[in-house]
Protein backbone atom coordinates (compact mmCIF):
# COMPACT_ATOMS: atom_id res chain seq x y z
CA UNK A 1 0.00 0.00 0.00
CA UNK A 2 3.18 2.65 0.68
CA UNK A 3 3.86 2.47 -2.87
CA UNK A 4 0.40 2.12 -4.36
CA UNK A 5 -0.27 5.57 -2.15
CA UNK A 6 3.24 7.30 -3.24
CA UNK A 7 2.75 6.20 -6.62
CA UNK A 8 -0.79 7.49 -6.99
CA UNK A 9 0.61 11.07 -5.86
CA UNK A 10 3.71 10.89 -7.89
CA UNK A 11 1.90 10.15 -11.13
CA UNK A 12 -0.90 13.23 -10.42
CA UNK A 13 1.68 15.46 -10.17
CA UNK A 14 3.60 14.13 -13.15
CA UNK A 15 0.16 14.25 -15.26
CA UNK A 16 -0.35 18.00 -13.94
CA UNK A 17 3.24 18.82 -15.42
CA UNK A 18 2.44 17.57 -18.74
CA UNK A 19 -1.52 19.02 -18.68
CA UNK A 20 -1.02 22.23 -16.97
CA UNK A 21 -3.55 21.70 -14.31
CA UNK A 22 -1.36 21.98 -11.43
CA UNK A 23 -3.36 24.08 -9.39
CA UNK A 24 -6.71 22.45 -9.85
CA UNK A 25 -4.43 19.41 -8.35
CA UNK A 26 -3.58 21.83 -5.37
CA UNK A 27 -6.97 22.52 -4.89
CA UNK A 28 -7.94 19.07 -4.91
CA UNK A 29 -5.86 18.15 -1.52
CA UNK A 30 -7.97 20.60 -0.12
CA UNK A 31 -11.30 19.70 -1.19
CA UNK A 32 -10.65 16.06 -0.77
CA UNK A 33 -9.83 16.18 2.74
CA UNK A 34 -12.58 18.10 3.42
CA UNK A 35 -14.59 15.47 1.20
CA UNK A 36 -13.59 12.65 3.69
CA UNK A 37 -14.11 13.41 6.72
CA UNK A 38 -17.96 14.50 5.40
CA UNK A 39 -18.10 10.86 4.11
CA UNK A 40 -16.76 9.24 8.00
CA UNK A 41 -19.27 11.54 9.64
CA UNK A 42 -22.51 9.93 7.86
CA UNK A 43 -20.74 7.01 7.45
CA UNK A 44 -20.75 6.91 11.25
CA UNK A 45 -24.69 6.72 11.76
CA UNK A 46 -25.54 4.23 9.45
CA UNK A 47 -22.17 2.26 10.29
CA UNK A 48 -23.27 2.44 14.24
CA UNK A 49 -27.01 1.40 13.17
CA UNK A 50 -26.02 -1.75 10.94
CA UNK A 51 -23.23 -2.55 13.88
CA UNK A 52 -26.04 -2.21 16.38
CA UNK A 53 -28.61 -4.66 14.55
CA UNK A 54 -25.96 -7.06 14.36
CA UNK A 55 -24.84 -7.21 17.50
CA UNK A 56 -28.66 -8.65 18.53
CA UNK A 57 -28.07 -11.17 15.68
CA UNK A 58 -24.95 -12.28 17.24
CA UNK A 59 -26.18 -12.37 21.52
CA UNK A 60 -29.42 -13.60 20.27
CA UNK A 61 -28.04 -16.60 18.97
CA UNK A 62 -29.13 -16.27 15.41
CA UNK A 63 -26.06 -16.59 13.92
CA UNK A 64 -24.92 -19.51 15.98
CA UNK A 65 -28.59 -20.55 14.69
CA UNK A 66 -27.80 -20.34 11.13
CA UNK A 67 -24.10 -21.89 11.08
CA UNK A 68 -25.64 -24.74 12.43
CA UNK A 69 -27.74 -25.32 9.47
CA UNK A 70 -24.60 -24.71 7.46
CA UNK A 71 -22.41 -27.29 9.33
CA UNK A 72 -23.47 -30.45 7.01
CA UNK A 73 -22.58 -28.15 4.02
CA UNK A 74 -18.96 -27.52 5.72
CA UNK A 75 -18.75 -30.85 6.21
CA UNK A 76 -19.38 -31.74 2.61
CA UNK A 77 -16.37 -29.12 1.59
CA UNK A 78 -13.85 -30.16 4.52
CA UNK A 79 -13.50 -33.46 3.52
CA UNK A 80 -10.31 -34.07 5.27
CA UNK A 81 -11.36 -32.94 8.77
CA UNK A 82 -12.77 -35.77 11.07
CA UNK A 83 -15.68 -35.64 12.10
CA UNK A 84 -17.04 -33.48 15.43
CA UNK A 85 -14.24 -31.79 15.42
CA UNK A 86 -14.17 -28.25 16.35
CA UNK A 87 -13.04 -27.09 13.46
CA UNK A 88 -16.40 -27.47 11.54
CA UNK A 89 -18.63 -25.55 13.61
CA UNK A 90 -16.09 -22.81 13.20
CA UNK A 91 -16.12 -22.52 9.89
CA UNK A 92 -20.10 -22.41 9.76
CA UNK A 93 -19.44 -19.75 12.18
CA UNK A 94 -16.87 -17.66 10.48
CA UNK A 95 -19.29 -18.23 6.85
CA UNK A 96 -22.30 -16.71 9.11
CA UNK A 97 -20.24 -13.97 11.14
CA UNK A 98 -19.39 -12.64 7.72
CA UNK A 99 -22.62 -12.92 5.96
CA UNK A 100 -24.00 -10.47 8.42
CA UNK A 101 -21.16 -8.53 7.96
CA UNK A 102 -19.96 -8.71 11.36
CA UNK A 103 -16.09 -8.81 10.39
CA UNK A 104 -14.70 -8.30 13.87
CA UNK A 105 -16.22 -11.81 14.92
CA UNK A 106 -15.53 -13.64 11.70
CA UNK A 107 -12.17 -13.07 11.68
CA UNK A 108 -10.98 -14.14 15.24
CA UNK A 109 -13.19 -17.35 14.47
CA UNK A 110 -11.92 -17.86 11.09
CA UNK A 111 -8.66 -17.91 12.79
CA UNK A 112 -9.56 -20.03 15.12
CA UNK A 113 -10.75 -22.65 12.73
CA UNK A 114 -7.39 -21.89 11.23
CA UNK A 115 -5.72 -23.26 14.08
CA UNK A 116 -7.55 -26.06 14.22
CA UNK A 117 -7.06 -26.90 10.27
CA UNK A 118 -3.24 -26.41 11.31
CA UNK A 119 -3.23 -29.01 13.87
CA UNK A 120 -4.25 -31.73 11.36
CA UNK A 121 -1.58 -30.48 9.20
CA UNK A 122 0.95 -33.22 8.22
CA UNK A 123 3.39 -30.10 6.72
CA UNK A 124 3.01 -27.45 9.62
CA UNK A 125 4.77 -24.34 7.22
CA UNK A 126 2.84 -25.23 3.78
CA UNK A 127 -1.39 -24.76 3.68
CA UNK A 128 -2.85 -28.24 3.64
CA UNK A 129 -5.59 -28.33 1.03
CA UNK A 130 -9.14 -27.30 3.90
CA UNK A 131 -6.95 -24.42 5.08
CA UNK A 132 -6.27 -23.46 1.36
CA UNK A 133 -10.53 -23.95 0.77
CA UNK A 134 -10.83 -21.76 4.26
CA UNK A 135 -9.02 -19.19 3.00
CA UNK A 136 -10.71 -18.97 -0.30
CA UNK A 137 -14.45 -18.86 1.45
CA UNK A 138 -12.84 -15.80 3.09
CA UNK A 139 -10.87 -13.71 0.04
CA UNK A 140 -14.83 -14.04 -1.81
CA UNK A 141 -16.54 -12.96 1.11
CA UNK A 142 -19.51 -13.68 0.72
CA UNK A 143 -22.47 -10.81 2.70
CA UNK A 144 -26.14 -10.82 2.40
CA UNK A 145 -26.06 -6.48 2.73
CA UNK A 146 -23.27 -4.53 1.61
CA UNK A 147 -23.56 -1.71 4.56
CA UNK A 148 -20.44 0.40 3.87
CA UNK A 149 -21.72 0.96 0.65
CA UNK A 150 -24.84 1.57 0.71
CA UNK A 151 -23.73 4.02 3.54
CA UNK A 152 -21.56 5.69 1.25
CA UNK A 153 -24.33 6.14 -1.34
CA UNK A 154 -26.51 7.55 1.35
CA UNK A 155 -23.52 10.17 2.42
CA UNK A 156 -23.30 11.28 -1.16
CA UNK A 157 -27.21 11.73 -1.33
CA UNK A 158 -28.65 8.80 -2.80
CA UNK A 159 -32.32 9.00 -3.20
CA UNK A 160 -32.51 5.01 -3.79
CA UNK A 161 -29.29 3.51 -2.66
CA UNK A 162 -31.15 0.08 -1.71
CA UNK A 163 -30.87 -0.39 -5.35
CA UNK A 164 -27.42 -1.84 -5.53
CA UNK A 165 -28.12 -4.24 -2.62
CA UNK A 166 -29.73 -7.81 -4.92
CA UNK A 167 -27.47 -6.76 -7.65
CA UNK A 168 -24.41 -7.19 -5.45
CA UNK A 169 -25.88 -10.40 -3.80
CA UNK A 170 -26.06 -12.00 -7.18
CA UNK A 171 -22.40 -10.64 -7.28
CA UNK A 172 -21.01 -11.90 -4.41
CA UNK A 173 -22.93 -15.26 -5.22
CA UNK A 174 -20.99 -15.72 -8.20
CA UNK A 175 -17.80 -14.75 -7.02
CA UNK A 176 -18.00 -17.23 -3.80
CA UNK A 177 -19.24 -20.20 -5.98
CA UNK A 178 -16.55 -19.37 -8.32
CA UNK A 179 -14.20 -19.31 -5.21
CA UNK A 180 -15.07 -22.72 -3.84
CA UNK A 181 -14.96 -24.75 -8.04
CA UNK A 182 -11.68 -23.03 -8.52
CA UNK A 183 -9.73 -23.71 -5.36
CA UNK A 184 -11.24 -27.58 -5.22
CA UNK A 185 -9.83 -27.70 -9.69
CA UNK A 186 -6.47 -26.33 -8.10
CA UNK A 187 -6.41 -28.64 -5.73
CA UNK A 188 -5.84 -31.29 -8.21
CA UNK A 189 -3.00 -29.54 -9.73
CA UNK A 190 -1.43 -28.54 -6.66
CA UNK A 191 2.15 -29.61 -5.89
CA UNK A 192 1.37 -32.02 -2.81
CA UNK A 193 2.75 -31.05 0.70
CA UNK A 194 5.58 -32.98 1.92
CA UNK A 195 4.84 -34.23 5.18
CA UNK A 196 8.09 -32.86 7.95
CA UNK A 197 10.47 -34.80 8.73
CA UNK A 198 13.25 -34.28 11.48
CA UNK A 199 12.03 -30.75 12.06
CA UNK A 200 10.87 -29.30 15.16
CA UNK A 201 9.66 -32.78 15.99
CA UNK A 202 5.80 -33.68 15.33
CA UNK A 203 3.52 -31.18 16.83
CA UNK A 204 0.56 -33.12 17.88
CA UNK B 1 -40.24 -7.91 -15.05
CA UNK B 2 -37.28 -9.34 -14.01
CA UNK B 3 -35.89 -5.94 -13.04
CA UNK B 4 -38.97 -5.06 -11.07
CA UNK B 5 -38.31 -8.58 -8.56
CA UNK B 6 -34.74 -7.15 -8.36
CA UNK B 7 -35.56 -3.81 -7.07
CA UNK B 8 -38.35 -5.51 -4.79
CA UNK B 9 -35.75 -7.56 -3.25
CA UNK B 10 -33.15 -4.75 -3.11
CA UNK B 11 -35.56 -2.65 -1.46
CA UNK B 12 -37.12 -5.43 0.76
CA UNK B 13 -33.90 -7.24 1.73
CA UNK B 14 -33.21 -4.66 4.56
CA UNK B 15 -36.22 -4.26 6.47
CA UNK B 16 -36.88 -8.01 6.40
CA UNK B 17 -33.15 -9.03 7.95
CA UNK B 18 -34.01 -5.51 10.82
CA UNK B 19 -37.59 -7.41 11.45
CA UNK B 20 -36.51 -10.84 11.90
CA UNK B 21 -33.57 -10.51 14.21
CA UNK B 22 -35.20 -8.41 16.07
CA UNK B 23 -38.12 -10.38 16.53
CA UNK B 24 -35.59 -13.27 17.03
CA UNK B 25 -34.18 -11.39 19.97
CA UNK B 26 -37.01 -10.54 21.64
CA UNK B 27 -38.19 -14.56 21.76
CA UNK B 28 -34.84 -15.47 22.83
CA UNK B 29 -35.63 -12.66 25.56
CA UNK B 30 -32.42 -10.44 24.38
CA UNK B 31 -32.37 -6.69 26.18
CA UNK B 32 -32.42 -5.52 22.48
CA UNK B 33 -32.22 -1.72 23.23
CA UNK B 34 -29.04 -2.55 24.92
CA UNK B 35 -27.19 -5.04 22.74
CA UNK B 36 -28.06 -2.22 20.37
CA UNK B 37 -26.13 0.25 21.89
CA UNK B 38 -23.05 -1.74 22.54
CA UNK B 39 -23.57 -2.34 18.63
CA UNK B 40 -23.72 0.64 17.75
CA UNK B 41 -20.37 1.79 19.94
CA UNK B 42 -18.47 -0.29 17.46
CA UNK B 43 -20.05 1.22 14.48
CA UNK B 44 -18.96 4.37 16.02
CA UNK B 45 -15.24 3.16 16.78
CA UNK B 46 -15.18 1.67 13.29
CA UNK B 47 -15.68 4.93 11.37
CA UNK B 48 -13.59 6.60 13.28
CA UNK B 49 -10.31 4.17 13.02
CA UNK B 50 -10.88 4.40 8.96
CA UNK B 51 -11.22 8.11 8.75
CA UNK B 52 -7.39 8.59 8.32
CA UNK B 53 -7.53 6.00 5.33
CA UNK B 54 -10.46 7.82 4.02
CA UNK B 55 -8.23 11.00 4.28
CA UNK B 56 -5.21 9.47 2.45
CA UNK B 57 -6.95 8.21 -0.42
CA UNK B 58 -9.61 10.18 -1.21
CA UNK B 59 -7.20 13.27 -1.58
CA UNK B 60 -4.42 11.33 -3.45
CA UNK B 61 -7.02 10.58 -6.17
CA UNK B 62 -9.08 13.71 -6.11
CA UNK B 63 -5.71 14.87 -7.28
CA UNK B 64 -5.16 12.42 -9.81
CA UNK B 65 -8.50 12.80 -11.25
CA UNK B 66 -7.86 16.77 -10.56
CA UNK B 67 -4.67 16.50 -13.10
CA UNK B 68 -5.93 15.19 -15.71
CA UNK B 69 -4.30 11.66 -15.41
CA UNK B 70 -7.74 9.96 -16.46
CA UNK B 71 -8.46 11.46 -19.71
CA UNK B 72 -4.17 10.69 -20.46
CA UNK B 73 -5.23 7.14 -19.87
CA UNK B 74 -8.86 6.77 -21.39
CA UNK B 75 -7.01 8.09 -24.74
CA UNK B 76 -4.56 5.14 -24.60
CA UNK B 77 -7.13 2.76 -23.84
CA UNK B 78 -10.60 4.09 -24.83
CA UNK B 79 -10.87 0.95 -27.83
CA UNK B 80 -10.77 -1.69 -24.69
CA UNK B 81 -12.75 0.00 -22.02
CA UNK B 82 -15.41 1.33 -24.51
CA UNK B 83 -16.04 -2.22 -25.92
CA UNK B 84 -16.15 -3.21 -22.43
CA UNK B 85 -18.38 -0.41 -21.13
CA UNK B 86 -16.23 0.26 -18.26
CA UNK B 87 -15.71 3.75 -17.27
CA UNK B 88 -11.65 4.75 -16.90
CA UNK B 89 -12.45 5.76 -13.72
CA UNK B 90 -13.07 2.20 -12.34
CA UNK B 91 -9.85 0.65 -13.02
CA UNK B 92 -7.65 2.03 -10.28
CA UNK B 93 -10.67 0.46 -7.96
CA UNK B 94 -9.92 -3.07 -9.58
CA UNK B 95 -6.38 -3.54 -8.51
CA UNK B 96 -7.15 -2.06 -5.20
CA UNK B 97 -10.21 -3.81 -3.84
CA UNK B 98 -8.06 -6.82 -3.41
CA UNK B 99 -5.49 -4.79 -1.31
CA UNK B 100 -6.80 -2.95 0.49
CA UNK B 101 -10.61 -2.35 2.24
CA UNK B 102 -10.38 0.95 3.65
CA UNK B 103 -8.64 2.41 0.87
CA UNK B 104 -11.39 1.13 -1.89
CA UNK B 105 -14.00 2.89 0.47
CA UNK B 106 -12.15 5.90 -0.06
CA UNK B 107 -11.86 5.41 -3.69
CA UNK B 108 -15.93 4.70 -4.07
CA UNK B 109 -16.28 7.75 -2.09
CA UNK B 110 -14.77 9.79 -4.16
CA UNK B 111 -16.55 8.50 -7.26
CA UNK B 112 -19.64 8.94 -6.13
CA UNK B 113 -18.73 12.75 -4.71
CA UNK B 114 -17.75 13.08 -8.14
CA UNK B 115 -20.05 11.38 -10.27
CA UNK B 116 -23.24 11.95 -8.30
CA UNK B 117 -24.25 8.49 -6.38
CA UNK B 118 -26.92 7.90 -9.15
CA UNK B 119 -24.19 7.62 -12.44
CA UNK B 120 -23.70 4.44 -14.16
CA UNK B 121 -20.18 4.71 -12.64
CA UNK B 122 -20.84 5.07 -8.85
CA UNK B 123 -23.32 1.70 -9.18
CA UNK B 124 -20.67 0.02 -11.14
CA UNK B 125 -18.52 0.89 -8.11
CA UNK B 126 -20.85 -0.06 -5.37
CA UNK B 127 -21.35 -3.67 -6.85
CA UNK B 128 -17.38 -4.21 -7.35
CA UNK B 129 -16.44 -2.59 -3.86
CA UNK B 130 -19.96 -4.39 -2.10
CA UNK B 131 -19.00 -8.07 -3.28
CA UNK B 132 -15.13 -8.16 -2.67
CA UNK B 133 -13.23 -8.86 0.05
CA UNK B 134 -9.49 -7.59 0.37
CA UNK B 135 -7.93 -10.79 -0.86
CA UNK B 136 -4.31 -10.23 0.16
CA UNK B 137 -4.86 -8.82 3.40
CA UNK B 138 -7.33 -12.42 4.44
CA UNK B 139 -4.46 -14.23 3.23
CA UNK B 140 -1.91 -12.45 5.47
CA UNK B 141 -3.75 -12.41 8.37
CA UNK B 142 -5.01 -16.17 8.20
CA UNK B 143 -1.96 -17.94 6.74
CA UNK B 144 0.33 -15.47 9.28
CA UNK B 145 -1.55 -16.19 12.32
CA UNK B 146 -0.70 -20.32 11.92
CA UNK B 147 3.04 -19.33 10.55
CA UNK B 148 2.07 -21.08 7.03
CA UNK B 149 4.96 -20.39 4.34
CA UNK B 150 3.49 -21.80 1.17
CA UNK B 151 0.42 -20.65 0.33
CA UNK B 152 -0.24 -23.12 -2.76
CA UNK B 153 -3.19 -22.80 -4.89
CA UNK B 154 -5.14 -20.79 -1.98
CA UNK B 155 -3.15 -17.29 -3.81
CA UNK B 156 -3.91 -17.79 -7.31
CA UNK B 157 -7.52 -19.39 -5.94
CA UNK B 158 -8.21 -15.73 -4.70
CA UNK B 159 -6.77 -13.64 -7.62
CA UNK B 160 -9.13 -15.95 -10.23
CA UNK B 161 -11.95 -15.37 -7.92
CA UNK B 162 -11.33 -11.59 -8.04
CA UNK B 163 -10.89 -11.45 -11.95
CA UNK B 164 -14.48 -13.49 -11.91
CA UNK B 165 -15.83 -10.83 -9.22
CA UNK B 166 -15.06 -8.15 -11.56
CA UNK B 167 -16.43 -9.74 -14.53
CA UNK B 168 -19.59 -10.73 -12.78
CA UNK B 169 -19.44 -7.02 -11.67
CA UNK B 170 -19.67 -5.38 -14.67
CA UNK B 171 -22.24 -7.80 -16.40
CA UNK B 172 -24.82 -7.09 -13.73
CA UNK B 173 -24.01 -3.65 -13.84
CA UNK B 174 -24.45 -3.55 -17.31
CA UNK B 175 -27.69 -5.82 -17.47
CA UNK B 176 -29.34 -3.75 -14.82
CA UNK B 177 -28.19 -0.27 -14.84
CA UNK B 178 -27.41 0.58 -18.68
Redesign the interface.
Known amino acids: MNYIWFLIILVSILSAAYTGRISDVVNAVMKGAQTSVEVALYLAGIMAFWLGIMKIAEKSGLVAFISRLLTPVARKLFPDVPKDNPAIGDIAMNFSANAFGLSNAATPIGIKAMKELQKLNKDKKSASNDMCTLLAMNTAGWQLVPATVIAVLVANGSKNATEIVFPTLIVTTITFMSAIVIVKVLEKFSPAQKPEVNQEGDND | MIKTV ?2 L ?3 W ?2 PV ?2 L ?3 V ?2 II ?1 R ?1 P ?1 YE ?10 K ?3 D ?2 PY ?16 F ?2 TQQLFAGVLDWLKIPVDVL ?1 VMF ?1 RS ?2 GS ?1 V ?2 M ?3 I ?2 NF ?3 SYV ?2 LT ?8 T ?1 FY ?2 A ?3 G ?10 L ?3 I ?3 I ?2 II ?2 VG ?2 RW ?2 L
Open positions: IDISALIIIVVLWGKIVTFIDGAKDGLVSVILLIAIIVAVSMLRASGFDIPVLSALGFSEANGPDTKAIMVGSSETVLVYFSVGIKKFRHALAGFADIGAAVALF
